[in-house]
């Protein structure tokens, strides 16, 4: 029966400890990387609700400003309108007033 040496044993137990170090770290990565793999799937799922969020938030932001355009535009023509009928008042008081080189003259 062969008999090891102190010295070798000494390197075996370090050679083995040195690869259970190694195997160690490579779980240790695996782990980091499957952590990571999973912060980065929650990213993705909170930009793809923040899209949605922002085409939301788009779409009502155009509907108001729809909403204010719509209210511009009925005060304008509120305000077209009440000038055409004044104008047409006008022009009626005008068509009943005789010409004025038809004027009766001053006695």
Partial sequence: MPFFSKQKIAEAAKELADRLQ????????????????????VLGDRIRAIETELRALKAETLL??????????????GGLNQRIQDLAV????????????QLPKPK
């Fill in 64 to 77: 108001e400003a729809v909403k204010q355009t719509q209210n511009m535009v009925n005060s304008v023509q």
């Fill in 90 to 101: 006008q022009v009626d008081r005008l068509w009943d007033q005789p010409p004025p080189d």
């Fill in 22 to 41: 190694v195997l160690e770290h490579i779980k240790e990565v695996q782990a980091g990387q499957k952590e990571l793999a999973d912060s980065m799937a």
